[in-house]
């Protein structure tokens, strides 16, 4: 008769250092052009800057971007209003930060989506962020400077004082280009990251 084994708890992990382990196929780690020629809307540059809570970059955090057409409509099953898809358009990116924390995917802005209520949403991307020291990944949202952004039911819950945290600056050399800077903790400027 065999001895039974007990197993203590494992520790915790964390999402980093290793974000590359299941990332290679068959998705891929760096997807950041969402939108082959052909695809309807307005063509858009989303860059910005991953920063540590001392203000430093981080070289090796990852961010998955999800967003709706410019119809307003999620290439997702789940999506079953009367909306047109666009062939190639999955709506879907993902990139590691460079050495300067830095990330940039070309895409199209996307159109207003409703939310549980059937209230409408301002046009917005959802976010993920990997980085080393999380347990999980932080979520976000961004949105688009020029929008209007009053009446977004989500906005209108983060105080108004951290709202802008949310809202992707227009590039004034490159008008079709948004700089979104995503801060994972501090007292100054921490961007907002919602529970899911």
Do not use: C
């Amino acid at each position: 008769m065999s001895e039974a084994v007990l197993l203590g708890a494992t520790p915790s992990q964390t999402v980093g250092p290793y974000l590359h382990i299941g990332l290679t196929d068959p998705i891929g780690l760096n997807i950041t052009e969402l939108a082959p020629a052909g695809v309807a809307g307005e063509r858009i540059v989303l860059q910005g800057q991953l920063i540590d809570a001392d203000g430093l970059p981080v070289p090796d955090g990852m961010i998955e971007i999800w967003q709706a057409n410019s119809h307003g409509k999620y290439a997702h099953p789940d999506d079953v209003r009367n909306l047109p898809l666009d062939a190639g358009f999955a709506g879907f990116g993902r990139t590691p930060t460079d050495a300067e924390g830095r990330f940039r995917f070309a895409t199209i802005k996307p159109g207003p989506v409703p939310d549980m209520q059937g209230r409408l949403q301002a046009p917005h991307i959802m976010v993920n962020i990997f980085a080393r020291g999380l347990i999980k990944q932080l979520v976000s949202r961004v949105y688009f400077e020029g929008d209007e952004l009053a009446a977004d039911p989500v906005l209108q819950q983060v105080p108004a004082e951290r709202r802008s945290t949310l809202i992707a600056s227009k590039v004034a050399a490159e008008p079709a280009s948004f700089s979104w800077r995503i801060v994972l903790n501090g007292s100054v400027g921490e961007t907002v990251f919602f529970d899911l």
